[in-house]
Nanobody, 114 residues
């Protein structure tokens, strides 16, 4: 069973940048579409961005032009480069397959605040 470990979160000022990493133990087949999700305080989890096995990317409107998703299939790793961060990006960020498997990692907290 694949287990995900997210890292790279933290406290950042508005306008700042962070890069998240997702390590998948057990391997991820390159045929799977993978995604970053986030759960803001008091809200449901949502898809932020996804990347297909051949590298096509899709973003939710609120992060287009600011976030970049990428993957390294050989390293079983996925990334999310986040620029121009806004307070509304504050959330716990998770990685998983798209659509998601039942088992989630612990996520990584992003707090955007001055």
């Amino acid at each position: 069973q694949v287990q995900f470990v997210e890292s790279g979160g933290g406290l950042v000022q508005p306008g700042g940048s962070l890069r998240l990493s997702c390590a998948a133990s057990g391997g991820i087949s390159s045929i799977y579409t993978m995604a970053w999700y986030r759960q803001p305080p008091g809200k449901q989890r949502e898809v932020v961005a996804r990347v297909t096995g051949d590298g096509r990317t899709y973003y939710t409107n609120s992060v287009k032009g600011r976030f970049t998703i990428s993957r390294d299939n050989a390293k079983n790793t996925m990334y999310l480069q986040m620029n121009s961060l806004k307070p509304e990006d504050t959330a716990v960020y998770y990685c998983n397959r798209y659509p998601a498997w039942a088992t989630w990692g612990q996520g990584t907290q992003i707090t955007v605040s001055s």
